[in-house]
């Protein structure tokens, strides 16, 4: 529910949710872990492992230090297609807890992939859940977990979702 | 037009189109129901009868005892393969009449679905074209109607759009 | 970032936004020039292309003349198979320019089409860059560039994005 949120504060949350979206698709990775508080976690697991409590994930970060070696892999040692994200987001459900201090949020994606060969398919879908806090003035992911449906991924997951 | 919808009831709007997404793609459909008013209509069309004035309908409900009874017979009697449906909603446009107690909106949808082998693959598109109106309080679906581009649907539609 | 568009005229862009998808998607294409200023840039151009700063576009219109003319051609001239687009938007990023006169947006889109044989397949994804003005009390498209990323059109693109 979303009805202890405020408009302003949702207008907000909504522009964390879309410039990451954007941070990502336009391919500024570089700025990719500023999203995040300094500790963090962020995971993309499959819908499967967590619905029975399974914590394998595909992608586990703990920190910004965590996340900026995960760019620096990608930018210099992975070996992949040039490929291009495009995230579409939707339906954002949110609601605040600890005093106001700490924002909830689950929303849909929908993640298309297009390679060298041009065509744009349908690469991950899922949703996010998301713990956000506020850091020196800014809203920064605490927590972004992405659980997705897709459990056949074609390729390696270089990309963060 | 949006322009004689405040921006709370539009808030409010979309939190009704955003959990009633999240209700069916969490699995949670025993309260799909609850997002209607008690006497209400419930249906998928294609478009093509749509636009022609044909009423045929591939699902259609008129009260909560009906969905109940889809939910029902989808838990209970219905063998069909483990799936899960992904929502992505776009571009809400909504208006009021009847003196701001109807509330009236379109918008688009895109469906995913990932079956067994786990492939996410586009199941069906269309538009939502949905009557709202506040019951004890709280916002309903007094009617909801799923019209849909796909007309070829590959495999039985058991889960509500 | 969004930080100094107020709630009320994010609503009135995202309104113009959503119902210029609509318009599209509900083949009132006649009404598709209004959504634009008289004098206008309208184009859809491929991502690699935008990216090296080559002007090549697959679409190109800059007056009301030229967007009528496109949608005369579509009606009488151009043969094509029957087919529906079905637009997705997604986080729309926007900021003020030109002491507020002026406002610039950034979104996603993923575009589906659904021909005869009764599919809906993902034909075009990619960001819409707009610049958007008023023009006699309503917002008005003085840009709209459509940048995709899916580079292999597998037939003639003859419905403006």
Known sequence: MSNNVSLELKAEVE?????YAQCIDDDDLENWPSFFTEK???????REN????????????????MLNDRITALRHANVYQV?????????PVMSTSDNG???????NYAIFKTCNEGESTV??????IDVI??????????ERSAIYDTHRITTLMVIPI
Chains 1, 2, 3 share one sequence.
Not at 86 to 91: A, D, F, P, Q, W
Not at 101 to 107: A, D, E, F, G, L
């Open 15 to 19: 522009n964390l949710l879309n410039t």
């Open 40 to 46: 963090c976690l962020y995971q993309v697991i499959p």
């Open 50 to 65: 967590h619905e029975i409590g399974l914590p394998t994930a595909v992608m586990w970060c703990d920190s910004h230090g």
């Open 83 to 91: 490929q291009w994200y495009r995230h579409i987001l939707s339906n």
């Open 101 to 107: 201090k700490t924002i909830n949020v689950q929303s």
């Open 123 to 128: 690469y991950n879908v899922g949703r996010y």
């Open 133 to 142: 806090v506020r850091e020196k003035g800014a809203l920064k992911f605490k």
